[in-house]
Nanobody
Framework: QVQLVESGGGLVQPGGSLKLSCTAS????????MGWYRQAAGKERELVAQ???????????DYADSVKGRFTISGDNAKNTWYLEMNSLKPEDTAVYYC????????????????WGLGTRVTVSS
């Protein structure tokens, strides 16, 4: 069994900062993609940031245009943990944030499967 658990959400004022964490646990062999998505009320779930090929030498990052320059994604392969540091937060960043991963575990490696966390709420408001 594999589980993703995110934490760090909360209420913050505009211009403030928040750091989210996600940890994958279980019979994990390798984490291929470490990602963060968000879903605002009445909106589609959207990609915020991700580390692609996280277990490979040519790992890369992707960011939504709306968060470039404000958010930073980072990961720790040894701990199967990744983070989203959010700065200069705006009310439009208010959403439930979900961690995402495509990873291999002992039951499917070298294949991979996708997993989602249950979400953590971020509210940006005065």
């Amino acid at each position: 069994q594999v589980q993703l658990v995110e934490s760090g959400g909360g209420l913050v004022q505009p211009g403030g900062s928040l750091k989210l964490s996600c940890t994958a646990s279980g019979s994990i062999v390798s984490v291929r993609v470490m990602g963060w998505y968000r879903q605002a009320a009445g909106k589609e779930r959207e990609l915020v940031a991700q580390i692609t090929r996280a277990d490979m030498a040519d790992a890369g990052t992707d960011y939504a245009d709306s968060v470039k320059g404000r958010f930073t994604i980072s990961g720790d392969n040894a701990k199967n943990t990744w983070y989203l540091e959010m700065n200069s937060l705006k009310p439009e960043d208010t959403a439930v944030y979900y961690c995402y991963s495509r990873l291999g575990h002992r039951g499917n490696w070298p294949g991979t499967e996708s997993y989602w966390g249950l979400g953590t709420r971020v509210t940006v408001s005065s």
